[in-house]
């Protein structure tokens, strides 16, 4: 069977790989209209193969979430989207990852009131913190991909917010003036925003959580 090679690849994570490829190279791997930051993001729903700095996949396994402006890329794979698929018999992920990505399903989900800051918010993150959301129905959540370090919620009508979590402990961040930032689940804390001027601060908060995560 017909399989990609990606040379010089480096593991970086559980299932997850870091490699220099060209936007165009990118673009060869399959169909995408999401264009955001620097990175580029495939996901891949058909275990890889991983032998000296090459992962090999096959073809129709391959999903470009996102088209980044450098050659910078990240391949994930997530084993649940392969178990679904067996079970399903068809070789496309799941809905909640499926179509481009969701940051498309967050801000077709934004009531009017929120739409402004939701779609200010989502677009200066993808300047700082390139990825995709997944949506989680149960929670109403969505969560970055491909490292679950936050995540937000539409909170109408009675809030008319976005209610953010961040890997961290509330006492391990800087915290801005305008944010009022609580503890959550173990290890994650939550904050609202409701109005454009607390983006910066949204933007402060996530950028640390992310530098934690990396470490």
């Not at 967050?106 to 989502?122: A, I, K, Q, S």
């Amino acid at each position: 069977m017909l399989r990609f090679s990606i040379e010089g690849t480096d593991q970086i994570g559980d299932w997850v790989w870091h490699a220099r490829l060209h936007p165009s190279q990118v673009s060869k791997l399959g169909p995408c209209s999401s264009m955001h930051g620097k990175l580029s993001v495939i996901l891949i729903t058909a275990a890889p193969g991983e032998t000296g700095g090459k992962l090999e996949f096959e073809p129709d396994s391959a999903h470009v979430l996102n088209i980044g402006a450098s050659s910078e890329a990240i391949f994930v794979f997530d084993p649940q989207t392969e178990a679904a698929g067996a079970t399903s018999g068809e070789s496309s992920p799941p809905t909640a990852v499926a179509g481009a990505n969701g940051d498309q399903a967050f801000l077709h989900d934004l009531p009017d009131v929120l739409r402004p800051l939701g779609e200010e918010f989502l677009t200066r993150v993808r300047q700082q913190s390139p990825g995709w959301l997944v949506y989680y129905p149960d929670s109403g959540r969505y969560v970055a991909k491909p490292d679950n370090f936050w995540t937000v919620r539409i909170q109408q009508p009675r809030a008319n917010n976005l209610q953010l979590t961040v890997r961290g402990d509330p006492n391990h961040f800087v915290v801005p003036d305008d944010i009022d930032l609580k503890k959550d689940r173990p290890g994650y804390s939550r904050f609202v925003i409701s109005h454009s001027d607390q983006i910066p601060g949204a933007l402060s908060i996530i950028g640390q959580a992310r530098r934690k995560g990396s470490r």
